[in-house]
């Protein structure tokens, strides 16, 4: 059953990540999944990409409003406004490559065409531009329209990469766009809907597609993967797990020595991040060591600032994860002989050399059972990480959040090969511990039966040396004794 879980699941990710290539004789032709031409007008659109939601975040320290991101070779953007409107801003030079007239009104017709179906194909059942007939399509050249107080741009470049941003008409010298949206009582996340890029080529580009085998679309894909969210959750989790190991065994330790009143609060509030929603988890970090906060002030004061740092991501995973190192070393400690540890304290052991040679040898199954399951779930945290470390690339942006942040662009063959990646590990993650606790189940079982047959063999000796049948039993001890105080007594008093 659980081969063929895993094989559907792989089968799944190839086949919406590998590209459908086929001849586009007509525009109803599709040449890939995110690709469309029309043979007639002479051009099609290709790398077809919907942006769901956007971000106010500042792009390494630069406010450029609420932005979108856009790909370095899109020359088509269709920004969807929340009035209904679509503003579709073409690259200059790509429209006369491509043979596109904007002004002609056979290409705007085609363009709308090719543009509606490939949007509803990425919409994930939402709203598409198909829904609104009516809908006012405006297309420029120019890299920039005003729609009431927001000024919609295209091609903003912060960071390292371009972005579609909304930023208020009216802005200030020296101001940056979010001051003067605040000033102006302005909220940039509500102008747009929704933003589709793509790439305008000619329909030889769309139509001349060749089949490719399965292998080289699976090079081309992990050529162009980024896999900085696996190394930056392997790096944060090994480190939080560290922390987490550690801690969680003292607090175990030092939990089951204490008074039974005290330790019913140290257990809740050692348990408590077990059971609180994770952002919830995220949320009291930033109260916690917010800029805002007391303690936040004084360790940025220091040079200390956690908040939306790799540092930040650790803290978060150690948060999630301590609970089930704590309660599984816990579990592990109580579940001991009590008068076992009571016998090598009245031999002088120091609580230190019990927990050292004792407590942890014969829990540790137990507690290596309890590391695992933490580093899996500091491996798949992601509210409290995105609430108190923010997502970005190569620095905080972990597997889940990764996930997220793919389906939400439009990536989902990359977002499908993360889910995979994660239910691999998951499942590797069940696997090893079922092994360790059957192994370690057979050697105490393979114990207990050698402990009760050296039992048996003892017994048996023991009834071996007794004497069987009506035989008369004598106190060897007690006849000894006797011929001693016989031979001692006096002549007259043995004639008596």
């Avoid at 032709?29 to 469309?36: K, S, T, V």
């Avoid at 971000?55 to 609420?66: A, F, K, T, W």
């Avoid at 890299?143 to 200030?172: K, Q």
């Avoid at 922390?243 to 330790?253: E, M, V």
Wanted: negative net charge; proline residues 4%.
């Amino acid at each position: 059953m659980v081969l063929f879980v895993m094989t559907a699941l792989v089968i799944g990710f190839v086949w919406c990540a590998t590209p459908v290539t086929a001849w586009a004789d007509s525009k109803d032709d599709r040449a890939e999944q995110n690709a469309l031409a029309d043979t007639d007008a002479g051009f099609g659109l290709t790398d077809f990409t919907r942006y769901q939601t956007g971000n106010s975040r500042p792009v390494e320290g630069e406010d450029i409003g609420y932005r979108y991101p856009l790909d370095d070779d899109a020359d088509v953007v269709i920004a969807v406004t929340a009035e209904g409107k679509a503003l579709v801003f073409v690259d200059e030079e790509a429209s006369t490559e491509a043979g596109f007239a904007a002004e002609g009104a056979d290409d705007a017709d085609a363009f709308r065409e090719l543009a509606e179906e490939l949007d509803e194909r990425v919409a994930k059942g939402g709203e598409t531009l198909a829904d609104n007939p009516g809908r006012e399509w405006t297309t420029s050249t120019a890299s920039e329209a005003i729609v009431g107080p927001y000024r919609v741009r295209v091609g903003v470049a912060a960071g390292g990469r371009r972005y579609v941003s909304v930023v208020p008409t009216e802005m200030p010298t020296g101001s940056t766009p979010a001051a003067a949206a605040e000033q102006q009582g302005l909220d940039l996340s509500e102008v747009l809907s929704w933003v589709d890029t793509a790439r305008l080529v000619p329909v030889s580009a769309v139509a001349g597609a060749t089949e490719v085998t399965l292998g080289e679309q699976a090079a081309n894909f992990f050529s162009e993967l980024d896999m900085r969210p696996f190394w930056v959750s392997l790096k944060t989790s090994a480190v939080a797990l560290v922390i987490t190991f550690i801690l969680g065994l003292f607090a175990a330790w030092k939990t089951m020595g204490t008074s039974s009143r005290l330790k019913g609060v140290l257990d809740s509030v050692f348990t408590i991040p077990m059971v609180l929603p994770p952002t919830v988890c995220g949320f009291l970090l930033l109260l916690i060591f917010g800029n805002a906060t007391p303690l936040g002030r004084w360790l940025i004061a220091h040079g200390v600032s956690l908040v939306f740092t790799w540092e930040a991501a650790v803290i978060a995973a150690v948060v999630v994860s301590f609970p089930l190192m704590y309660r599984t070393a816990l579990g592990a400690f109580e579940s001991l002989d009590a008068s076992m540890l009571d016998a090598a304290r009245t031999l002088g052991w120091s609580e230190t050399r019990i927990f050292r040679r004792l407590m942890m040898p014969l829990a540790w199954p137990s507690i290596a059972a309890g590391t695992v399951l933490a580093f899996a779930r500091a491996m798949g945290e992601f509210g409290c990480t995105l609430f108190f470390a923010g997502n970005y690339a190569g620095v905080t942006q972990t597997i889940p959040i990764a996930i997220y942040f793919e389906w939400m662009s439009g990536n989902t063959d990359v977002a499908l090969f993360w889910v995979v990646v994660v239910i691999l590990f998951s499942f590797v993650v069940v696997l090893f511990i079922n092994l360790y606790t059957a192994r370690s189940l057979r050697y105490r079982e393979r114990g207990g039966t050698a402990r009760r047959a050296r039992s048996a063999r003892h017994d048996d000796l023991a009834r071996a040396e007794e004497p069987a049948g009506d035989v008369l039993r004598i106190d060897r001890a007690a006849l000894r004794s006797l011929i001693k105080d016989a031979a001692a007594a006096s002549p007259r008093e043995r004639s008596r």
